[in-house]
């Protein structure tokens, strides 16, 4: 028996699906006592009811639809704690919606987190879960902020007319957290609305899309009329809300456009000029070229003469030990982690789902809507989580074009956090704005194409927006670090892999024999030197490997060969972990036509580019 | 008879009926129905409508706002 929180599956974003992580998991006990399943809408504060309760990390985001795989946790006495992405009912709507129905049906007992902001749309699931009588208890949470608006809610009541147990909270504060667990046990049935078929006849009911709607009719009366009796405004009349303020500002189509580019001007100024150019310079230079790849040749050297081919291997240009440390710890490091801090933050104030409302009307052009910004902006993120997140996207028809768009056109986090980098050196500004010009106008195309082309139709936007928020540092620190941690995790075998890889085709002299047989792509197509083909044979393994060996090549080249260069690389194949992922999720032939075509595309539009460059005298 | 695109920010109206029955089987989840009323906040130009209803702000594409009759208010 444990008393401990068992470490499952820290981060949901980095699982490809099917239970599989990259993170090791540690194995769940196998005598479970009992399944306890956590429910509720999207933005609730489901994420911090599950932390608090096991004392793990979830990804908890200000943004519906980030929790696509389902994190798992052990509480006391071999219970076993499942989260559930957010949903507004048990139904199917999306892969997303299948995944809670599924957990939530075959749990034993619930616990359903409600808002106190919004009862009437949270108490839907609400009774749903009664009305298939679960056994559960209500997690009444935010509310102080329901206080602050002025709602007053008659919880004794509350839980009379439910006939379940209800506990108000403060999830951020940690208010009521410690009532949860011991009222689990008190764990009812609760009263199913008027005139309820029982659960059986229900789910036979509810699974049909042709008469469901009559059910859900009923009980969103019920519902209704009991946010009626519980629910009282106290204060007439509106606040001054800053949040409500910014949440209206932020839809406004040219604030939208100014905070977009101010957005990206920051981020270049961080993470491009700051941690790339200033803390780089630190960490690779002083730190790892001048102290700790020196030691590490002169230990290999104490060992191994240098002369030989095993040397070359470890500790040469290369090597096993040295480039991986150099790269790994030099240059990624400090890369990844200002752009996952951003990042997070940007998810956890609200402001991504208003760029999704902004961005709706250009989607629909390309056959998805607003909601495919949430994959897209993950896939600056990494790859390949976004692949598995293009689950929140409604049909089959959105989740292809999605992920074609994902592996093809968006460079991942890796990828951009060097690219920010080299784009100082490739002209700046002019540079930018070639790179996004390309990159926009393939995404354009390859979206029009595909709209044209796949049978059917895609669906409109419905999303439900939540409150602009003051991003809690501690959550954005601890996301970062577990991110960046897992990344590190992830990155580091297959790095090197990559740089064992290139050193024994160095040493065996296939480097210069694949250089030679790619000279045709690189020197002819892509007017760069043969040992670019290097960037390539690394990029296959990942994708920001191919940005960091360009790094290294970056003094021997123009400012116009950097850029087709980073073009390149950045359409070039997906790496071998989302490559992987983009199988599971959208089987073979789709992944295989993807990923020939991203090689066509890279190499066509970087052939184009670099003339276009030449011709053109931009840079 | 007025859709949910006709609507102004600012403007409060009751709906008809959601002529979709896919979006009607998931708006009704979340509170907004026929009969229901909501108030429109924001007007995306060529794009969503944002409306406020039970303490929720729902974002409805062009399309799906076509299909939702209302009645002003």
Known sequence: MTSNPVL??????????????????????????????????????????????????????????TTVDIPKGMLPDNRLLKDTPGVYGISNFSEEEFVAEKAILSGDKIINVVSALSLERDLFLTQQIIDYQKPMIVVLNQMDEAENKGLRIDVPLLQALLGVPVIPTVA?????????????????????????????????????????????????????????????????????????????????????????????????????????????????????????????????????????????????????????????????????????????????????????????????????????????????????MATVSTRVLTSQRERTIASIILAITIPCSAQIAVIVALMALAGGLKAWGIFIGMLSLIMIGLGTVLNKVLPGKSTSLMLDLPPMRMPQMKNVLRKTWVRTVVFLKEAAPLFILGSLLVSVMQVTGLLTLTERLLTPITVNLLHLPSEAAQIFIMGMVRRDFGGAGLFFLSDQLTQGQILTALLTIALFVPCIASFTVICKERGLKESALTLLGSWAVAFLIGGLTARLIEWTHIL | MPTLNDLKSGETAMIKEILDLDAATQAIRMGIAAGETITCIAKVPAGPTVVQHGGMELALGRDLCQKIEVVRQ
């Open chain 1, 8 to 65: 499952v599956n820290p981060d949901p974003h980095l699982c490809a699906g099917n239970g599989e992580c990259h993170q090791p998991a540690q194995a769940i006990p196998a005598d479970i006592q009992e399944t306890i399943v956590l429910a509720g809408n999207p933005n609730v504060g489901k994420s911090v009811v599950f932390n608090a309760l096991t004392g793990l990390y979830t990804n908890v985001s200000n943004f519906p639809g």
């Open chain 1, 172 to 384: 951020v504060t940690g208010k009521g957290m410690s009532d949860i667990l011991p009222q689990l046990t008190k764990a009812a049935l609760g009263n199913p609305m008027t005139d309820c078929p029982d659960p059986e006849a229900l789910r036979q009911l509810e699974d049909n899309p042709g008469r469901r709607l009559q059910t859900y009719g009923s009980r969103r009366q019920y519902v209704n009329s009991l946010v009626r009796q519980v629910v009282s405004q106290m204060e007439q009349g509106q606040h001054f809300s800053l949040s409500r303020l910014m949440g209206q500002l932020f839809l406004n189509p040219v604030v939208g456009l100014v905070s977009g580019l101010l957005v990206m001007l920051i981020l270049y100024q961080v993470v491009g000029v700051w941690i790339a150019g200033d803390l780089v310079a630190l960490t690779e230079e002083t730190l790892m070229l001048g102290y700790v790849v020196p030691v590490i040749q002169k230990l290999v050297g104490s060992v191994i003469a240098s002369n030989s081919p095993i040397y070359t291997i470890l500790a040469g240009e290369f090597g096993v030990l040295t480039m991986s440390m150099q790269y790994i710890f030099g240059v990624l490091f400090p890369l990844i982690l200002g752009f996952y801090i951003y990042i997070s933050l940007l998810e956890d104030c609200g402001y991504l789902p208003r760029i999704a409302v902004l961005c709706d009307g250009l989607l629909n052009k390309i056959g998805l809507n607003g909601r495919a910004v949430i994959p897209m902006i993950l896939g600056f993120g990494c790859v390949t």
